[in-house]
């Protein structure tokens, strides 16, 4: 099996063996040093989770092929505590329309199939100091590149059709930021993503903004569910995309990140 027919099912399919192969062989691709293999459960089956270290960043393998994405808000049936939240944040006047599911369908991204290539993707975060339309060039002269917002949305949910990438509920007694076991785990294919409501990622899609939303909904007292919804997986966030570039592409004062990804031969 090559790289160029490697898909996320194909990969599910492999032996531990035939997975550490792989990854020799991909590391050796880039000149870089495999650093960890390893499985874990996911999807009722197993994932083998690929580290590759080159020029002092941590990469995840990341497979590709025909992918299901996006959230189907209208099938997804919310808890009577996610309900009586969104209610909460209804009643307290932000403007927030009284029907969840149409709310989810504003911020989250529809369901579609795409067609995506095996990539290699930082396992975390990179913070940038430029102006958002210049950070292709500067990630370009390390050889890299941003991730397309299809690229970011798979890699983050690893093929859980689920509200985050856990699962469907997220713990609203608890803050979507700072210290906290769940959302800090390593997802299925080893990124530490989406993880802190106070972060957010650019993509090279300029109508998406990724795994979280700079702490806005915390800071304005959204309520819980409204607080997590930016680590959705599916979650695009039009209206921090908005800010995030500014008037006409110009600083908007604000420090983000984006997490690169590394194009295969």
């Not at 492999?14 to 000149?31: F, H, M, P, Q, W």
């Not at 299925?188 to 993503?193: K, M, S, V």
Request: proline content about 6%.
């Amino acid at each position: 099996m090559t790289l160029a027919n490697l898909t996320f099912a194909r990969w599910r399919s492999l032996d531990l063996a035939s997975a550490r192969r792989i990854a020799e062989e991909t590391a050796a691709l880039v000149d870089g040093k495999v650093a960890r293999v390893d499985s874990v459960e996911h999807l009722g089956g197993t994932v083998h989770r690929v580290r590759i270290e080159r020029d002092g960043r941590a990469f995840a393998l990341i497979p590709g092929g025909r992918v299901r994405l996006g959230f189907d808000p209208d099938s997804w049936r919310p808890t009577a505590a996610q309900l009586a939240d969104y209610a909460g944040s209804v009643s307290a006047g932000f403007g927030f329309g009284p029907d969840l599911s149409a709310h989810l369908g504003h911020e989250l991204s529809p369901v579609r199939t795409v067609a995506l290539d095996t990539v290699l993707m930082a396992v975390e975060d990179e913070d940038v100091s430029e102006v958002p339309d210049d950070i292709p060039a500067a990630l370009a002269a390390d050889g890299l590149r941003m991730p397309s917002a299809d690229e970011w949305e798979h890699a983050c949910g690893a093929g859980a059709g689920t509200l985050f990438r856990w699962g469907d509920e997220c713990p609203l007694d608890e803050p979507s930021y700072g210290n906290g076991t769940l959302r800090h785990e390593p997802n299925a294919f080893g990124l530490h993503i989406a993880y802190d409501s106070y972060g957010g990622e650019l993509s090279s899609d300029r109508g998406a903004f990724h795994g979280g939303d700079g702490g806005a909904a915390a800071c304005g007292g959204y309520g819980s569910l409204l607080e997590w919804l930016p680590l959705a997986t599916a979650c695009r966030n039009p209206g921090m995309a908005e800010f995030s570039y500014g008037p006409d592409g110009e600083d908007p004062g604000e420090e983000f990140s984006t997490r690169p990804v590394l194009t295969l031969p």
